[in-house]
């Protein structure tokens, strides 16, 4: 009863259609496999990787060419949301996990409750977790175990076109106030443009900005979980954008779609609220528009600055993997050091920001700015990191949650739902999650 | 007496290949997707100190059932049969038809064009429309918005539509191939018979070619009703591209799949499965009986 079973008479036809479309996704595994064969001296530790951030595979490349003790062979995965964690959590059910994944914050608690990845305290040194944001470290940081190692910190940011902000009259927004005033001038001087866009396939840009305003879901207390998210700064959030869908003052577009990319190439979108990585997107997406774009720190509410976390990466290592050692190397390699850093950030396609202090010098003089027409984005990177709000914390059932608010999201735009509709069937769902698995709730 | 045991072990012989393949990968998965789904994952703490898997009866199934989002699914899928499977065979049926008949140019033609779309890979076939769902991207939808017919493809009322064209496109050349190979094999005497009875067109394709071709019909009917349970790519690919009314539990099948790889929840998503199984089996019990019932009066 498999879904193509009538189909199999017509295999051969569909056959040649289908092995084009395979030989043309399937370049970046084949190709990695040269780098992985063995080196020359004694018998490296061989061990795999799963990410997909934009320059992983050059950052693989020159650990490999760095040392001849551990061998790292890199597959490149989709992205977590768009199917890398299911890969992930599959592996590891299925027993033929890679050593180590990628891993982004919000869903770091998701994989340790699940019993998906190891404990790695004893490989993680205090020297080393000192080298890192205290946020960083204690959002990989669980029931007092450390489960990853925190790559970038990701403070969020806004990007914007400055020559269309220059041509329509509108300022740089510093609080939200400011945004929507901005957004209402830039769609009276293009019909068709807009500031930004509403994501609602991803929630973790809205609980960023709900981070930003101070709100906290997930606490623990004990041995007991307490969501909220009815706090006020959440309920701030929800009717703020909602106010704007409701005035037509942003898009409701997925994010990075084509619907998304086409509408900032013809100058229907003209900002970004993103983060630190985001750089990145845009130079690999939209290389025609180099010297357009410049950063800012994101719109805040009192107008001191503040930030949340949207996405970001760490790296753990899978529960069945027998070379934690190896794997926990590596991570540290590429989280740690100098070189492991410019590797990714010369590749052209990221614009990290790492959750390390001390090798922001280096990504900041790896990273070509011209793009940005020379601006110091590193420099806004680091304001907006030291204003991330402390203490918020994910929940251990992302999946739940993520996958329940995405879905009313989507019924946002012809007015199926709220925001806040969203916000409260993701919160029910993931209490009801929780009990389900056993746990203590309160909320 | 030894012809038989020649018989016996040659059939065994003949059998066994069918019955290791049906083993392995009929008996032994929907065995253990049963076997899955009586247990759960329970966590203890904070839910950090790892998981153990206990016995819980039939408590997935009853999660499964009392969740409205999985009832929806089998309401969403109530109405793509009620529009597709008509659309589809009538389609179909006419299409094939329309080649079979006196009138029809170019035969080869067109079954090869109709038939075109089938060989393209679902996935493909999904991406392809939904890049021409989507506004400000579609050459159509704009097409459509300068001649004042605007449509939301993605809408909850163009949902539906939206994806039964998809399906259209993808299977309706398959169909009409498998009942224009029916009419084919119709003997012609017995329509130059009607004709010289004088039996029009009209008249010898629907008293003539339908009712002789009965067997075909319902072996179609009962593929496309299996198919339209399982239900699961052409949704998936829109809910993963687009922000849209098509939600990750959509369908029963989007609704396992979303338990398993998206929540964790590997007992919850097997219950579910297991359940749309016994209902599609019912179906097709139900589609093969009735079919049946109705041909013996005739």
């Given at each position: 009863m498999s879904p193509s079973w009538n189909r199999t008479s017509h295999v051969m036809v569909g056959a040649a259609t289908a092995l084009a479309v395979l030989t043309a996704c399937g370049g970046s595994g084949a190709q990695d496999e040269k780098s992985a064969a063995p080196g020359s001296g004694g018998k490296p530790v061989s061990i795999t990787f799963w990410g997909w951030a934009k320059g992983s595979k050059e950052v693989v490349d020159a650990f490999n060419a760095s040392q001849k003790n551990i061998r790292v062979k890199y597959e490149e995965i989709p992205s977590g949301n768009a199917g890398g964690y299911a890969k992930i959590s599959n592996a590891v059910k299925a027993g033929n996990a890679p050593d180590l994944v990628s891993i982004e914050y919000p869903m770091l608690p998701e994989f340790v409750s699940q019993g998906?990845?190891?404990?790695i305290s004893g490989h993680l040194t205090d020297d080393v977790k000192k080298k890192f944001l205290p946020q960083a470290v204690e959002l990989t940081t669980l029931g007092g175990k450390n489960w990853a190692v925190p790559f970038d910190a990701a403070p969020q940011a806004f990007y914007y076109r400055k020559d269309l902000f220059k041509k329509y009259g509108v300022e740089v927004p510093g609080t939200w106030d400011e945004f929507r005033e901005a957004a209402e001038k830039v769609k009276k001087a293009?019909?068709?443009?807009?500031?930004g866009t509403f994501f609602p396939d991803d929630p973790s840009t809205f609980q960023a900005m709900a981070w930003q305003a101070g709100a906290r879901w997930f606490e623990a207390e004990g041995d007991t979980w307490k969501v909220d998210t009815t706090d006020p700064a959440t309920t701030k959030v929800s009717a703020y954008w909602q106010g704007l869908l409701d005035d037509g003052l942003v898009h409701n577009n997925a994010s990075f779609s084509p619907e998304w990319t086409n509408s900032l190439k013809s100058g229907g979108t003209i900002g970004y609220l993103g983060a630190s990585w985001g750089a990145g997107v845009l130079t690999g997406t939209l290389?025609?528009?180099?010297?357009k774009w410049a950063v800012a720190p994101m719109p805040s509410w009192d107008g001191k600055p503040a930030s949340g976390m949207l996405g970001g990466s760490t790296f753990a290592v899978t529960?069945?993997?027998?070379k934690t050692e190896a794997a926990v190397e590596f991570a540290q390699w590429m989280t740690t050091t100098e070189d492991g850093v410019e590797a990714r950030i010369a590749s052209g396609t990221s614009s990290a920001f790492p959750a390390?202090?001390?090798?922001r010098p280096a990504a900041k003089a790896a990273f070509d700015a011209g793009y940005f027409g020379?601006?110091?984005?590193y420099q806004v990177f680091e304001d907006a990191g030291a204003s991330i709000a402390p203490d918020w914390a994910w929940g251990p059932s992302t999946g739940t949650t993520n996958t329940v608010m995405k879905d009313q999201f989507g019924k946002v735009s012809d007015g199926g739902a709220t925001i806040a509709d969203a916000v409260k069937a993701g919160h029910e769902a993931t209490v009801s999650e929780l009990k389900k698995r056993g746990l203590t709730v309160e909320g | 007496m030894k012809a038989r045991t020649r018989t016996h072990a040659a059939a065994g012989v003949l059998l066994t290949p069918f019955f290791v393949l049906f083993t392995l990968v009929m008996v032994v998965p929907v065995g253990y997707a049963v076997w899955l789904s009586l247990f759960t994952e329970k966590q203890s703490?904070?839910?950090?100190?790892g998981t153990r898997t206990v016995f819980s009866g039939l408590a997935n199934y009853t999660a499964a059932l009392g969740d409205p989002a999985f009832r929806e699914g089998f309401v969403v899928l109530l109405g793509y049969c009620v529009l597709y499977i008509p659309l589809m065979i009538g389609g179909a049926l006419a299409l094939a038809l329309l080649l079979d008949s006196?009138?029809?140019?170019?035969r080869r033609f067109f079954q090869l064009a109709l038939f075109?779309?089938?060989?393209?890979?679902g996935i493909i076939a999904a991406l392809i429309w939904v890049y021409l769902y989507t506004p400000q991207l579609s050459p159509v939808v704009d097409a459509m918005e300068a001649g004042g017919v605007?449509?939301?493809?993605?809408?909850p009322e163009g949902a539906l539509p939206s994806v039964i064209n998809i399906a259209l496109w993808e299977w309706l050349g398959y169909n009409m191939v498998i009942f224009y190979a029916a009419l084919q094999a119709v003997d012609r005497s017995v329509l130059e018979a009607a004709t010289v009875d004088g039996a029009g067109a009209w008249r010898t394709a629907f008293s003539i070619k339908v009712p002789l071709i009965r067997a075909s019909v319902v072996m179609v009917a009962l593929f496309t009703v299996i198919g339209s349970l399982q239900l699961f790519t052409e949704p998936l690919i829109i809910n993963k591209g687009t922000?849209?009314?098509?939600?990750?539990?959509?369908?029963p099948n989007m609704y396992a799949y979303t338990a398993a790889f998206?929540?964790?929840?590997y007992g919850l998503a097997a219950a579910a499965s297991v359940l749309l199984a016994l209902t599609a089996a019912l179906l097709s019990f139900a589609v093969t009986r009735f079919t049946g019932r109705k041909g013996k009066k005739a």
């Open positions: 998906s990845v190891q404990d293009d019909k068709k443009a807009r500031i290389p025609e528009q180099s010297g529960k069945d993997s027998e390390a202090a001390e090798l020379g601006q110091d984005i | 703490g904070l839910g950090f100190g006196t009138l029809a140019r170019a075109l779309p089938h060989a393209v890979p605007g449509f939301d493809f993605f809408a922000g849209s009314s098509v939600t990750s539990t959509w369908t998206d929540r964790g929840d």
